[in-house]
T-cell receptor
Framework: GQQVMQIPQYQHVQEGEDFTTYCNSS?????IQWYKQRPGGHPVFLIQLVKSGEVKKQKRLTFQFGEAKKNSSLHITATQTTDVGTYFCAGDDPGSGGTYKYIFGTGTRLKVLA | KAGVTQTPRYLIKTRGQQVTLSCSPISGHRSVSWYQQTPGQGLQFLFEYFSETQRNKGNFPGRFSGRQFSNSRSEMNVSTLELGDSALYLC?????????????FGSGTRLTVV
């Protein structure tokens, strides 16, 4: 079945350093979404990418969708302690027969050291 | 506007019992999806309902079931609880199906089976 893997699984950075998490799907996705889950909280929607090669920015966060629509990345510039949490990508696999599955990636847990 | 409301927040059940969890989506959201989150397995898709119809189902045993009412509120039921069912159960709603525009998650119900 479809799998969406994220690397790295864990990342510890010093405050001010950059951070990148990569999301790789075994199948082509019609779109990809990113979520952030703070410790003890629930996932919060960050952004959706739809087009091949699309790049979107939100302040210090840069999101990219691969040309083949099978991978994506989230880059955070100059991390802050408020960036702590687990970042998930999620994709909509068109599937077959009119069905689809919305699959979450394995997540990358970010810890920022002050 | 009110967010996604899940009740109860915490639940302790004995192995073999059954449990019903409730989710009230954001007003106007017609799609409700359920996810199981555990430290080892991440976010696992349970099912999605749209306009009272189950649109898709994840790879969970038949002990897991759900339904959606005409007001879009949803319930999920787990019968014959097992220790491995201990998890955070998250409900997510979106305006249309296929998580278009992103999911809004509730705070979850933390189920502990003893």
């Amino acid at each position: 079945g479809q799998q969406v893997m994220q690397i790295p699984q864990y990342q510890h950075v010093q405050e001010g350093e950059d951070f990148t998490t990569y999301c790789n799907s075994s199948t082509t996705l019609s779109n990809i979404q990113w979520y952030k889950q703070r410790p003890g909280g629930h996932p919060v929607f960050l952004i959706q990418l739809v087009k091949s090669g699309e790049v979107k920015k939100q302040k210090r966060l840069t999101f990219q969708f691969g040309e083949a629509k099978k991978n994506s990345s989230l880059h955070i510039t100059a991390t802050q302690t408020t960036d702590v949490g687990t970042y998930f990508c999620a994709g909509d696999d068109p599937g077959s027969g009119g069905t689809y599955k919305y699959i979450f990636g394995t997540g990358t847990r970010l810890k920022v050291l002050a | 506007k009110a967010g996604v409301t899940q009740t109860p927040r915490y639940l302790i059940k004995t192995r073999g019992q059954q449990v019903t969890l409730s989710c009230s989506p954001i007003s106007g959201h017609r799609s409700v999806s359920w996810y199981q989150q555990t430290p080892g397995q991440g976010l696992q898709f349970l099912f999605e309902y749209f306009s009272e119809t189950q649109r898709n189902k994840g790879n969970f045993p038949g002990r897991f079931s759900g339904r959606q009412f005409s007001n879009s509120r949803s319930e999920m039921n787990v019968s014959t609880l097992e220790l491995g069912d201990s998890a955070l159960y998250l409900c997510a709603s979106s305006v249309t199906d296929r998580a278009a525009g992103g999911y809004t998650f509730g705070s979850g119900t933390r189920l502990t089976v003893v």
